[in-house]
């Protein structure tokens, strides 16, 4: 049982510390800087965690000026049910890279218990199933492999399975899933043909401080995993101000620097901002990567809209 969040607070900044001496580089999934802001994509068990109605709207165009840089598109909404401990979710990832068009959409569904006597530290276990659609159209591109198979546009539909687990408190996260532990097909972008694609594990986790009255800083990390290809870390801090501008930065290492910004319009509508540098060698070859985010929420019956910053 988890009584103080010190031990917490301690272990993600710890966390935090170590994941500088990592070393990474590309992979196979979408990447998202706004990653932050679209966590049931990461993990199914923040299905419902906002307690209210929230729908999520993000898009990225990465590497601008490069013909056939990925350009990705995602929606999610989820909400808890009248029984507290459960919510249900929708997430759909559209994936646009080269020759290739790659789309998840995936229902999510989490399960949430109380770890301590007051209530505030909780885990949701979460299961995410859904389908993977890959289509391609090698007229769009040049492709290395000589195989017949590759002559031929690819139509395929795949089956996903993935499951999480989030702890977390009033100001503080840490999380763990696999977002998918089924093997579907993707287009690798390296090689300009069909692979297979292996589990990915993902690791998150943040923490709120309170600086003052209005304002708020968050460090938070992303960490993604997978067999046979180095790992990804995305370092972040946010700041929100006076619960309505939130300005950041976020590295990702060994590939870019990001600023990031954003406004709550209203109660219920925010609006965020980021732009990438990329410190690569493809910097010579573009003008960085954008990424535009929309947040709408209600609040579900007898609950009332309070700021929060996860």
Do not use: C
Request: net charge negative; proline share 4%.
């Amino acid at each position: 049982m988890i009584q103080k969040t010190s031990f917490i607070k301690s272990l993600i900044l710890v966390v935090f510390t170590t994941l500088l001496s990592i070393e990474v580089s590309a992979q196979q999934d979408p990447q998202f800087t706004h990653y932050m802001y679209n966590t049931m994509s990461v993990n199914p068990g923040y299905a419902g965690q906002r307690d209210v109605l929230s729908a999520t709207a993000l898009y990225r165009n990465q590497w601008v000026g490069i013909d056939g840089a990925p350009k990705t598109l995602t929606f999610g909404v989820h909400s808890p049910l009248k029984n507290e401990r459960i919510g249900l979710g929708l997430n759909i990832i559209s994936d646009q890279l080269g020759p290739s068009s790659e789309t998840s959409i995936d229902v999510n569904a989490s399960y949430t218990i109380p770890l301590n006597k007051f209530g505030d530290v909780k885990l949701s276990f979460g299961i995410k199933a859904g389908i993977h659609t890959l289509d391609t159209d090698w007229s769009k591109g040049v492709f290395q492999n000589p195989d017949v198979l590759y002559n031929d546009n690819l139509n395929l539909i795949s089956p996903t399975l993935g499951t999480g687990l989030y702890l977390h408190a009033s100001n503080w996260y840490l999380g763990a899933s696999v977002p998918n532990i089924l093997t579907t097909n993707y287009y690798n972008d390296f090689k300009e043909s069909i692979a297979t694609e292996r589990i990915h594990y993902f690791f998150i986790g943040g923490y709120v401080f309170d600086l003052s009255e209005n304002t708020k800083l968050k460090p938070a990390f992303l960490v993604k995993a997978v067999s046979g290809a180095p790992i990804i870390a995305d370092l972040s801090v946010n700041s929100l101000l006076h619960e309505k501008f939130t300005l950041g930065l976020a590295y990702r290492w060994d590939d870019s620097f990001s600023g990031l910004a954003g406004f709550q319009v209203s109660e219920g509508v925010f609006i965020g901002y980021s732009y990438d540098l990329t410190t690569t060698r493809l910097n010579n070859y573009n003008s960085g990567t954008h990424e535009i985010t929309l947040r709408f929420e209600l609040p579900t019956i007898g609950k009332i809209l309070s700021p929060r910053f996860f």
